[in-house]
């Protein structure tokens, strides 16, 4: 299954706001759901949030709830992850994965992009 690579990483400052984006490799959306995760270095994937590409149904995890926001476009193909009030612990490697189901199951992880946030 094609892979949906991750883009807009940058640089940002403490308290800053950034929004990736998750490209679908084809249209249309094929998938049920795309999720979106991060990794920092010596640290485990951790799951941020997920949306259903039809309904747009989204789930995220506790830790980002309120400062992250998930969603689809169809028009542009792509699923994006607004952050808010950054802080340095969300420096990490962010990526997208995809899913049959909205909790659990991702796999296919696409090329990630580096968010680095400056304290």
């Known amino acids: 299954q094609a892979q949906w690579d991750a883009s807009g990483g940058q640089l940002v400052p403490a308290g800053g706001s950034l929004t990736l984006s998750c490209a679908a490799p084809r249209r249309p959306f094929n998938v049920f759901a795309v999720g979106w995760f991060r990794q920092a270095p010596g640290k485990e994937r951790e799951f941020l949030a997920g949306v259903t590409t039809v309904v747009g149904a989204t789930h995220y995890a506790d830790s980002v709830k309120g400062r992250f926001t998930i969603s689809r476009d169809h028009a542009k193909d792509t699923v994006s992850l607004q952050m808010k009030s950054l802080k340095p612990d969300d420096t990490a490697v962010y990526s997208c994965?995809?899913?049959?189901?909205?909790?659990?199951?991702?796999?296919?992880w696409g090329q990630g992009t580096q968010v680095t946030v400056s304290s």
């Open positions: 994965a995809t899913s049959n189901l909205l909790q659990g199951n991702y796999g296919n």
